[in-house]
C-alpha cells in the first residue's frame, strides 16, 4: 500500500529563522596567478597550502601602528601559480553544485584588485574553463536522464515555480517552436569561438546521489550590478540604431518566505551545457555593448550568474511530474564575480567616472561593513544591526549570510608589488571573513512515495506488457496457465443441435451437463474460500509478525533517535569548543601581536638606556678623573697656601716679638727712672732669631695675631659655687680651653643630654655654650637655672642668669703712671685704662647678672688698640 504524504517546501517557513544550530565558518581561498614579467617584483609566497605571506617592496616601510614588512594570512586552501582550472573546480565549486543538486542553496563570489585573475577564475578561456561552464557542465551530467520536458516547470514571477499539466506544457512548446527568431535547444555541441572546448571529455565529472524519482529544469538569469543600479543581460529590447536606449534598472522584492530576489529578471530555462553557454554569451555580448555606450569599464561592476535548479517529484505511476506546487523544490547557485577593489587614486577617473568608481567601492565597503559586523555580533554576543540595505550587493545575499546556503570566497591576488597595499587590504578583508560562521542547511525530504518507484513501475509495465503478449486475453488476474487447466477440468458439452420439436434427448443431456459443471464450480469454489481463509489466516500471522517486528523496528528508532539526540548535544558542545578555541586563538593572535610591538618597544628602550647607561659612565668616569684632578689642585694650593700663611705668621710673630722686647725694655727703664729703686743697669739683651724665640701658643680662633703667656689675673669667685646640688651639661661638640679661669662646680652632675633622672636629683641647672665671637675667638657662656617639679610629675627649668667668660690679647702699654687727669703715653697717646702694671696686662672674668644695664655685649675690658695718627 503506497501512501501519499504532503512534503514541506524546500523554503524556509516565513518568518522563521534557520532553527539548526550547527555553523560552517566562510570558506575563503585564495589564488595567485602568475608575474606578468619575470623582471616584476614579486610581493608574495606561498609558505604552504594554506599560508601565504606578503613582503613589503623596497622602499616602503612599515606603518606607525608596529606593522611589520612581513605579514602572513591562512585561508582554507591556497592556490599557487601552478594551480590548474580543474582542481580549484574539485575543491571550491564541486561541493556547492552537490549541494544544489541536493535542494540547497550555495553562493561563491571572486575577490581581489582588478588585473588579479578573477574573470580568469570565473569564466576562464577555450581549453582552460573556469568554475561557471565547469558548474554548469556537472549539473546537465548529473540530472540529464531525469531532466523535464521544457514549459513543465515555469517561473511565477515571485521567486517561485509552478508545474504545469502536460497540455499546457505542450502548447507552449508549440509555440515556442512556431517562433523562429528563438533556437531551438542544439542536439550536438555548439562550435563557438568563445566557448568551443571550454572543457575536455575526460574532465566532465557528475554528481552521486542524484534522486531518480524526481524530474528538474535549470533556469539561467544574468544580471550586472553598476552604480549601485541593477541591470538585466537577459532582456530582450528592441535595438534602435538611431536613438539607442539605456537600459532599464530592476528593483529588489522579497518574496513569502522573506528572500530577495530581482524583480522582472529574466530566466531562460535551458536542456543542455551548450545552451547555458549560448544565454550566458548573449549576456556577454550585451554587457559589452552597454560598457561600449556609456563609456564605462566592465571591471568596474559586479556580474552575477544565477543557476535555479528546479525539481519536483514524480508521481505513483512515475509518468508525470507530481501537479503539487508544495511539492516544488527550487535551489539556486549565485556565481559572482565582484568588482575590483583598489583605489580610485589608481583608476585615474574624472567627472562621472571618478563618482561611479566611487559607488562600486562604497558597495565594497559596505560588503566590509556588513562582515565586520556579523563577525562582531557572532564573537562578542552583539545584536548590532548588519546594513544589508545599504548597498544592493548586500541586500541580494543577505539571506545567504542569515543561514540560507553555504558561502565560499575564492580571493584572487597578483603578487606584483605594485598592488602591494591594495592586496594588504584585500588579505584583511579575507582574514575577516573567514571569522564569520553561516548556519549549516538543513536537508529537506521531498515527499513521503517510496524511493525507487520510476524504475520497478517501468519493470512492471514491461512484464505485464510481455505476459499479455503470451495469453492472449485472459481473465483480469489470472495467469494463463491458471486458465487452461480451469477449461480442462469441465465436462464436455454435448451436441447441442435439435433435429425436431419431438427432440427430448439433446436438451436434457445439456441440462445435465450444465449441471456437473454448475457442481463443479461449486466445489471449486468452496476449495477457492477454504484456500482465501487459509491464506487470510496466514497474511493474519504475518501481519502481527510485522506489527511486533514494526514495534521492535519503533522502539529501536526510540533508541536511535535518544542517540542522535545525544550525538547531537555533543556536537553542539564541540561546536561550542571549537568557537571558544578560535575565539581564544584570535584573542592569542591578538596578544602575541601585541606582545610583538611591547617587545620591540622594550628592545628600543633597552638600547635607548644601554647607551645612556654607557654615556653616564663616561661622565661619572670624567667626574672622577675631574675630581681627583681637583683635589690634587686644591691639596696643592692649600699646602702651598699653608706653607706660605706659615711663613708669614712666623714672620710677623719675629716681628712683634721684636716689637714687644723693645716696648718692654723702655717701660723697664721708666720704671727705674720712676721708682729709682735700683741703682743696677744692666745692658739688655735681644734674643736671637732661633735659639732664644719662644713658641708662642696659637688660640682655638683663626685669629693670625700674635699671643702673650698669660698672667694670673684677679677674680672672684662665681656664683654658681654654692652648695646646692647642679646638673652640669656639657655638649659633645665643645672646645676644651686651656684658659685660667674654668667653671667649678664641686657638687655636680655631669651629662652631655639633660634627662629626667639627672634633673630629679638637683637643684640647679647649668649649661656650658660656646660660640664664636665677631673678633674670631670663642668665648664661652654659662646659661644658670633652677629646676622645680611641675603638676604632672615631670621636671622643669626656668632660666635665672648667664656668664660669659671670654678670652684676648691684650696690648702692650708703657709703665709709666697716669696723672690725676687724663694720662698720656711717652708716644703721646691717651690712655682711656686704669691700669698701672704691665702684670695687669691679661683677661679680666667680668660677671654679669640678670637685669644689668651691661647687657647681652659684654666683653673682657683691657688694653683699646693704638689709634692711627
Known sequence: ?????????????????????????????????????????????????????????????????????????????????????????????????????????????????????KTFTMTGYPGQGGLLPRSLDMIFNSIGPYQAKRYVFKPDD????????????????????????????????????????????????????????SSYSVFVSYIEIYNNYIYDLLEETPFDPIKPKPPQSKLLREDQNHNMYVAGCTEVEVKSTEEAFEVFWRGQKKRRIANTQLNRESSRSHSVFIIKLAQAPLDADGDNVLQDKNQVNVSQLCLVDLAGSERTSRTRAEGNRLREAGNINQS???????????????????????????????????????????????????????DYEETLLVMRFAEMTQEVEVARPVDRPICGFAAGRRQRNQAFKEELTRRLDERGGPVDGES????????????????????????????????????????????????????????????????????SKENFISEQRGKLGEKDKMIQNQKNEIDRLEKKSKMLEYKIDI????????????????????????????????????????????????????????????????????????????????????????????????????????????????????????????????????????????????????TVMQPNLPNAIKVSAPTEKALSKCDKYVLTHQEVASDGEIQTKLIKGEVFKTRGGGQAVQFTDIETLKQEIPVPTSRKRRSSGSGATPDGEPMDGNWTDVETRCSVAVEMRAGSNLGPGYQHHGYQKRRKP
Open 591 to 738: 596578544l602575541q601581536k601585541t606582545t610583538n610591538i611591547y617587545e620591540e618597544d622594550k628592545r628600543s628602550l633597552q638600547q635607548e638606556l644601554e647607551s645612556r647607561e654607557h654615556r653616564l659612565q663616561r661622565e661619572l668616569s670624567d667626574k672622577r678623573r675631574m675630581e681627583t684632578r681637583m683635589q690634587g689642585m686644591v691639596s696643592d694650593t692649600k699646602l702651598k697656601w699653608e706653607k706660605e700663611c706659615e711663613r708669614r705668621v712666623n714672620a710677623k710673630q719675629l716681628e712683634m716679638q721684636n716689637k714687644l722686647w723693645v716696648k718692654d725694655e723702655k717701660l723697664k727703664q721708666l720704671k727705674a727712672i720712676v721708682t729709682e729703686g735700683k741703682s743696677e743697669n744692666r745692658q739688655p739683651q735681644r734674643p736671637s732669631r732661633e735659639k732664644d724665640k719662644v713658641p708662642p701658643k696659637r688660640s682655638v680662633s683663626p685669629s693670625l695675631g700674635p699671643t702673650v703667656p698669660p698672667v694670673r689675673p684677679l677674680h672672684r669667685r662665681s656664683h654658681s659655687a654654692g652648695g646646692e646640688r647642679w646638673v652640669d651639661h656639657k655638649p659633645t661638640t665643645n672646645v676644651e680651653l686651656d
Open 364 to 418: 565594497l565597503m559596505t560588503l566590509r561593513t556588513c562582515i565586520e559586523v556579523l563577525r562582531e555580533n557572532q564573537m562578542c554576543g552583539t545584536n548590532k544591526m548588519v546594513p544589508y540595505r545599504d548597498s544592493k550587493v548586500t541586500h541580494l545575499f543577505k539571506n545567504y549570510f542569515d543561514g540560507e546556503g553555504k558561502v565560499r570566497m575564492v580571493v584572487c591576488v597578483n603578487p606584483k608589488a605594485d
Open 158 to 213: 515571485k521567486n517561485g515555480m509552478e508545474v504545469q499539466n502536460q497540455v499546457d506544457a505542450l502548447l507552449d512548446r508549440q509555440k515556442r517552436d512556431s517562433q523562429t527568431t528563438v533556437p531551438k535547444t542544439p542536439t550536438t555541441r555548439r562550435i563557438d569561438p568563445e566557448f568551443a572546448d571550454m572543457i575536455s571529455p575526460e574532465e566532465a565529472c557528475k554528481a552521486d546521489g542524484v534522486d531518480e524519482d
Open 1 to 117: 500500500m503506497i501512501r501519499q504524504m504532503k512534503g514541506k517546501t524546500p523554503r524556509r517557513p516565513p518568518p522563521k529563522k534557520n532553527s539548526n544550530n550547527q555553523k560552517d565558518p566562510v570558506g575563503v581561498y585564495c589564488r595567485v596567478r602568475p608575474l606578468g614579467a619575470e623582471d616584476e617584483e614579486c610581493c608574495i609566497e606561498v609558505i604552504s597550502n594554506t599560508t601565504i605571506q606578503l613582503h613589503a617592496p623596497d622602499g616602503l616601510k612599515a606603518n606607525r601602528n608596529g606593522e611589520y614588512k612581513e605579514t602572513q594570512y591562512s585561508f582554507k586552501k591556497v592556490f599557487g601559480i601552478k594551480t590548474t582550472q580543474m582542481e580549484l573546480f574539485e575543491d571550491v565549486a564541486k561541493p556547492l553544485v552537490e549541494d544544489l543538486i541536493h535542494c540547497k542553496n550555495g553562493l561563491l563570489f571572486t575577490y581581489g584588485v582588478t588585473g588579479s585573475g
Open 480 to 547: 494463463p496457465s491458471v486458465f487452461s487447466q480451469l477449461l480442462l477440468s469441465f465436462p464436455a458439452l454435448p451436441p447441442c443441435e435439435i433435429s425436431g420439436p419431438n427432440d427430448d434427448v439433446t436438451l436434457p443431456r445439456l441440462i445435465e451437463a450444465l449441471e456437473k459443471r454448475h457442481k463443479i464450480r461449486q466445489m471449486m469454489v468452496e476449495e477457492y474460500n477454504k484456500t482465501a481463509n487459509m491464506l487470510k489466516s496466514v497474511l493474519q500471522e504475518q501481519d502481527g509478525n510485522i506489527l
